[in-house]
């Protein structure tokens, strides 16, 4: 149990554009999904923290009009980069957890993204 | 200010033991998780400290010192396939019931 699934898992887009990432839990409702973002050899940083229903909480420096984030339901939550530059490059992980699992986090694939 | 420290890489031999060492600040301390992460994949969970002492799991064992705010963990019998980064997570108090603050990760070769 405990499956987390991203989409897309890969990504390529034009800089300016907007890109939307999809993360679903598909066996349990998730209380809470996280997004990181993860450079090349790097630790996760996370971006923000998102309850359903609720606004998401966003870390210091991260831009909350550029990555915004949606948590409509308890299993989908989306991340959506717009107006995209090659800086935002990165590979993006999303993690879910649930009341009953304490503070276990179950992560996604990943979703690559390229912004040429 | 949250501060998680840990090698940035290690190298062992097939079959011997391994031992990935981790160092915390944080503001407050609710657990700690390790968690191995192959290249271009999500990662993946492998034991949670939260009391003092050495849980042990099969081939890998993690240790926590709440006092001196250190953790390693323990991989015994290296395999090829062990080859991968070891991210040191930790749950602070403050910031929400199941926030993790993650260190930079070791990337650990295993060799025949």
């Known amino acids: 149990g405990a499956v987390v699934s991203q989409h897309p898992s890969r990504v390529i887009c034009k800089s300016g554009t907007s890109v939307k990432i999809e993360c679903r839990s598909l066996?349990?409702?998730?209380?809470?999904m996280f997004w990181y973002r993860q450079f090349p050899k790097k630790s996760l940083m996370l971006m923000a923290t998102?309850?359903?229903?609720?606004?998401?909480?966003?870390e210091q420096g991260v831009e909350k009009d550029k990555f915004l984030i949606n948590h409509a339901s308890l299993t989908l939550s989306t991340l959506t980069v717009t107006s995209a530059h090659p800086e935002d490059s990165s590979f993006y992980i999303c993690?879910?957890?649930?009341?009953?699992?304490?503070?276990?986090?179950?992560f996604g694939p990943g979703t690559r993204l390229t912004v040429t | 200010g949250q501060n998680i420290d840990q090698p940035t890489e290690m190298t062992a031999t097939e079959g011997a033991i391994v031992q990935i060492n981790c160092t915390y600040q944080?503001?407050?301390?609710?657990?700690l998780f390790w968690y191995q992460q192959h290249a271009g994949e999500a990662p993946t969970f492998l034991s949670y400290n939260v009391l003092d002492g050495l849980e042990e799991k099969g081939r890998f064992s993690s240790f926590l010192s709440r006092s001196k705010g250190y953790s390693y963990l323990l991989l015994k019998e290296l395999q090829m396939k062990d080859s991968a980064s070891y991210l040191c997570a930790v749950s602070p108090l403050a910031g929400g019931y199941n926030k993790l603050i993650f260190g930079a990760g070791t990337r650990l070769a295993v060799h025949p």
């Open positions: 944080t503001s407050g301390f609710n657990g």
């Open positions: 993690s879910a957890s649930f009341r009953d699992r304490g503070r276990e986090q179950y």
């Open positions: 998102s309850n359903e229903g609720s606004k998401a909480t966003y």
């Open positions: 066996d349990f409702q998730a209380t809470t």
